[in-house]
T-cell receptor
Framework: AQTVTQSQPEMSVQEAETVTLSCTYD???????LFWYKQPPSRQMILVIR??????QNATENRFSVNFQKAAKSFSLKISDSQLGDTAMYFC???????????FGQGTRLTINP | GAVVSQHPSRVICKSGTSVKIECRSL??????MFWYRQFPKKSLMLMAT?????????EQGVEKDKFLINHASLTLSTLTVTSAHPEDSSFYIC?????????????FGPGTRLTVL
């Protein structure tokens, strides 16, 4: 069975700092996708970044980048130059290729302080 | 990204009544829709997966007679909470996906807050 674990329930940093959110996962499959979702106070789920497991290169989207360590089954999210609007719950999720169900981690509540 | 809407955004009902929540994919045909429940400060809990034209597949522990799911078209799925009780109060989120989309990506609706008095 797939599992996704986020070991940091809450984090808080100052505006403009860099913050890294941790995520580990477990799967016996070789082809899968990993995602980071953001859920701001509006509670709308927003896709931040995705990573295909077969790609060695870490995905990057503007200020957001991942550190994908396949052997260690680790998928951390780095937010550079953090902004007040980054304040949200962040969920790590995995999806087996060809399957339908996303498996979510417990979430990390990130607060960016002015 | 694709747009998914939910209606209503908030609903308050009396105990014992039924409530219907609609989920619509506005700009793509959703072959699969998902219904999640989210408790405060918790992660999303998948309730059921619904493929268009088929019966929904419910996750373990979810009462299918209480949470009726219909996915009659490629753009609409409904969740009906029957004989609602205060413990059904929660935030319900739908998502939609299509086999035509890359990564089987799910697009999420804005959620519905249900309060049962």
């Amino acid at each position: 069975a797939q599992t996704v674990t986020q070991s940091q329930p809450e984090m808080s940093v100052q505006e403009a700092e860099t913050v890294t959110l941790s995520c580990t996962y477990d799967t016996s499959e070789s082809n899968y996708y990993l995602f980071w979702y953001k859920q701001p106070p509006s509670r709308q789920m927003i896709l931040v970044i995705r990573q295909e497991a077969y790609k060695q290169q870490n995905a990057t989207e503007n200020r957001f980048s991942v550190n994908f360590q396949k052997a260690a089954k680790s998928f951390s999210l780095k937010i550079s130059d953090s902004q007040l609007g980054d304040t949200a719950m962040y969920f790590c999720a995995s999806l087996i290729q060809g399957a339908q169900k996303l498996v979510f981690g417990q979430g990390t509540r990130l607060t960016i302080n002015p | 990204g694709a747009v998914v809407s939910q209606h209503p955004s908030r609903v308050i009902c009396k105990s014992g009544t039924s409530v219907k929540i609609e989920c619509r994919s506005l700009d793509f045909q959703a072959t699969t829709m998902f219904w999640y429940r989210q408790f405060p400060k918790k992660s999303l809990m998948l309730m059921a997966t619904s493929n268009e034209g088929s019966k929904a597949t419910y996750e373990q522990g979810v009462e299918k007679d209480k949470f009726l799911i219909n996915h009659a078209s490629l753009t609409l799925s409904t969740l009906t909470v029957t004989s609602a009780h205060p413990e059904d109060s929660s935030f319900y989120i739908c998502s939609a996906s299509s086999t035509a989309l890359a990564y089987n990506e799910q697009f999420f609706g804005p959620g519905t807050r249900l309060t049962v008095l």
